[in-house]
């Protein structure tokens, strides 16, 4: 199994709710990523976990809240979002950060904040 | 600082055509530099990783280091090859973990 797998595909929120988005990876990678891309734009990284734990958070604002409570799931948890926030967010994966290695991505779920 | 250009936004050309996708970079030390396509409605995924030296699907790619230049060639361009390309550099240092992404480059092969 060499795929990232992100549910769920879409997600249309208000910008009072409380979502989450799920990412899932089976190929014992131990870093895994948080990426927002707009349409037509490179990917912008948001988090990086690297042994389930928090290594970098490039000043992601607070209503995105990553989690990862194992090696193989991760977790972004959104709250109060608002309508810029609509975008792709992808989920990646690599055997570890530290080390020249390629990142899987995963197929991302396309968000709409209403 | 690390940085990644890619100087076309847009490249059209007939199939069959030969196609250069160009990416420079800015980086002290020995840079690690990928290419990553999208094809529309489909995953980013990685085409090419320089430390490879490989061919995918006809693309090439090489390390010119005295020009800073990774860019990304194919002899004869398909219609299946219409995707957006992005070249990236994989950070180092107080940098580990980010892929500095270029802008991307949205090619289109005409039948």
């Known amino acids: 199994d060499t795929e990232v797998t992100q549910t769920p595909k879409h997600l249309v929120m208000g910008m009072t709710n409380k979502k989450s988005l799920k990412c899932e990876q089976h190929m014992g990678h131990r870093a895994m990523y948080w990426y927002k891309q707009k349409a037509k734009k490179p990917p912008e990284l948001m988090f990086v976990?690297?042994?389930?734990?928090?290594?970098i958070n490039e000043s992601v604002p607070s209503r995105f809240s990553p989690e990862c409570p194992n090696s193989s799931l991760l977790n972004l948890h959104l709250h109060a979002l608002q309508p810029e926030d609509s975008a792709l967010y992808l989920c990646a994966s690599s055997q570890l950060y530290r080390e020249v290695t390629e990142a899987f991505f995963g197929q991302g779920t396309r968000l709409t904040v209403v | 600082a690390q940085r990644v250009t890619q100087p076309e936004k847009l490249l059209s050309v007939f199939k069959g055509a030969p196609v250069e996708l160009k990416c420079n970079y800015s980086y002290s030390g020995s840079p690690e530099l990928f290419w990553y396509v999208q094809y529309s409605r489909q995953r980013l995924q990685l085409l090419l990783r320089h430390i490879s030296r490989e061919s995918i699907k006809g693309f090439t790619a090489d390390l010119n280091k005295g020009e800073t230049s990774f860019h990304l060639k194919k002899p004869f361009a398909q219609e299946e090859d219409s995707a957006m390309y992005y070249c990236?550099?994989?950070?180092?240092?107080?940098?580990?973990?980010?892929?500095?992404f270029g802008r991307g480059t949205q090619l289109t092969v005409w039948p």
């Open positions: 976990y690297s042994y389930e734990k928090l290594s």
């Open positions: 990236a550099l994989k950070g180092r240092g107080s940098t580990l973990g980010r892929l500095y």
